[in-house]
Structure formats: structure tokens, C-alpha cells
């Protein structure tokens, strides 16, 4: 497996990942459009084929932010979103980031597990937060230790 940066012919794959994982996700003009502004925008590739990707950006001066993650469901529990979170990281790092947020769904106890085996520590909850009012886990990983 590889991690590369996104390239645009990636969109269609990272598209059909985003729609059979999230049950709002974001179209496709929107996903660009985040890529035009700068954010990170990496992918896990296996045999040619795109099986993950994440999202990322600096939202300010030293906070980092994840703005989606997601792997394709055949390759989940494979390392693939550990991978890319941790070559996030690894960007975040260049840029001397203390902190990386995010936003993670109440109900998705999968997620918060994973997160928080990635060294996020869950901060608050966000009430009606989603689209559908579902409520939102803040979780945060301070950078310290990285630097250290």
C-alpha cells in the first residue's frame, strides 16, 4: 500500500468511498473545491487502486483539522486509516501544528474507538451538529509528546 497525494482523476474513486460510508456525504464539487483551497489531500492505494483517502487542512497559525476520513469497507481493519492519519500527521508535523481536531459522529462507536487508539482524546459533544441533528464528539491529539 501506498500513500500519495490526490490527484484529480482520484475524485470518481474517493467519491464512491465517501458516498458508501457517510450518510450525508459531501458531493464532489464540494470535495474539490476544499482541494482547490489548499487543504491536504492524501490517498491509500493499493494495486492501483484506490482504498482510502483523508482530508486535512490547518485552520489556524498551529491547529490542525481532519475534515473526513474513510476506507473502503473491503479494506477496513487492513491499517489503511491508521496509515492515513498518521501521514497527516506527519504533515501537521512540518508545520509545527500543537493540535489536531475533529468532529466525529455520537452514534459511530467504531470511529471514536479508532481515534482514540490514534492517541485523540475526546473533548465535548456538539448538540445537532450533523445534518440530521445527530450529535457530534469533538476529540482532539495534542502533539507534545511528538516533538519530543
Known sequence: MIIREFKRPD????????????????????LIDIYNLGAGFLVAQKNNWVVGYIIFWIKYEDEGH???????KRHRRQ??????????????????????????????????????????KEQKIVKDYYEDLEDAVIMCKYMNDIYR
Open 79 to 120: 491499517d489503511v486509516g491508521s496509515k492515513l492519519v498518521e501521514s497527516s500527521i506527519e504533515v501537521f508535523k512540518k508545520f509545527n501544528v500543537k493540535e489536531i481536531k475533529l468532529e466525529v459522529r455520537v452514534g459511530n462507536k467504531s470511529a471514536r474507538k479508532f481515534y482514540s487508539k490514534m492517541g485523540f
Open 66 to 72: 481532519i475534515i473526513s476520513i474513510a476506507v473502503d
Open 11 to 30: 475524485i470518481k474513486r474517493v467519491l464512491e468511498i465517501e458516498m458508501a460510508s457517510f450518510s450525508d456525504p459531501y458531493p464532489a464539487n464540494i
